[in-house]
């Protein structure tokens, strides 16, 4: 089975889709695929669909929505095989007080965006930047779109999708930050301004704007997206711009050595990534 979810919810077995487009089932397949090969308590699966308010048929209800899986998992499977004995039970497997979805081995997109974000970040502590950017640009190619973006998602994969968009953007970061070690400021400047204009309250990514328009020779422009930010932060929060920013600031004012491109980022990484 072949899930991925950073974009629309695709579950394919044997190459074909078993995703249920009703509904409800299918929120129930989404909180199994962001679990491959993991239990997933009833009361969870309860959780997402009805929340704080299940019906008194709840337990017979997820017992259908779980048999209209197994259907279109034996559609796609015909039946039971060596590998699978049980048929969609081998795939769609009852646990004690739950359900687990087994994957067979096969691609899980979660899993390797993860496992090229950790490459990414490795390769970046131990100072390999051009394989630091090409581990975090893979990474970020899995994305399709916004992750589960065909479900109607309940507290639970509303909590999973908010970690993963969270970490989408870590990463975007994370990248942004190599490039920069490798001296492509110019050629990640208009990429910075779409992402200022689509976050504008994003600290992190109007550091790193002001910095590629100072090295790449606009110091005067560096300056106004740092008072446009400073301005948008007092209207709609009341807040000043970080430390970091304001340190960053003074730096450009003054052409400070530190701006050079030999310079480690950190001395002016934004360090509450939550400030956006």
């Not at 309250?201 to 560096?222: K, N, P, S």
């Not at 000043?240 to 310079?263: H, T, V």
């Amino acid at each position: 089975m072949d899930i991925e979810v950073l974009g629309a919810c695709r579950v394919m077995q044997t190459g074909k889709s078993v995703v249920p487009s009703a509904v409800k089932p299918r929120k129930v397949l989404a909180v199994l695929a962001l679990n491959p090969d993991r239990p997933v308590s009833v009361g969870m699966l309860v959780e997402e669909v009805w929340g704080e308010t299940p019906p008194p048929s709840v337990a017979t209800t997820l017992q259908t929505y779980i048999l209209q899986l197994r259907n279109l998992i034996t559609s796609a499977i015909g039946g039971p095989s060596p590998d699978m004995p049980l048929g969609a039970k081998s795939v769609l497997v009852t646990q004690p007080g739950g359900y687990l979805l087994d994957t067979q081995g096969g691609s899980v997109d979660v899993r390797e965006y993860e496992r090229l974000s950790g490459g990414g970040h490795r390769a970046l502590e131990k100072g390999d930047y051009e394989a630091a950017a090409d581990l975090f640009r893979k990474a970020l190619s899995l994305w399709r779109g916004p992750a589960l973006a065909d479900v109607e998602c309940g507290r639970v994969l509303d909590v999973e999708v908010t970690r993963l968009e969270e970490s989408r953007m870590g990463i975007l970061c994370r990248r942004i930050e190599a490039d920069l070690l490798l001296g492509r400021h110019h050629e990640i400047i208009g990429e910075l301004f779409g992402l200022a204009a689509r976050h504008p309250l994003h600290e992190g990514i109007h550091l790193q704007l002001m910095l590629a328009l100072y090295r790449a020779g606009r110091r005067t422009t560096a300056l106004e997206v740092y008072q446009r930010l400073r301005d948008v932060l007092a209207g709609e929060l009341g807040l000043d711009p970080s430390y970091e920013l304001q340190s960053l600031q003074g730096a450009l004012l003054d052409s400070s050595s530190e701006l050079r491109l030999d310079q480690p980022l950190s001395l002016f990484r934004v360090r509450a990534p939550g400030r956006y």
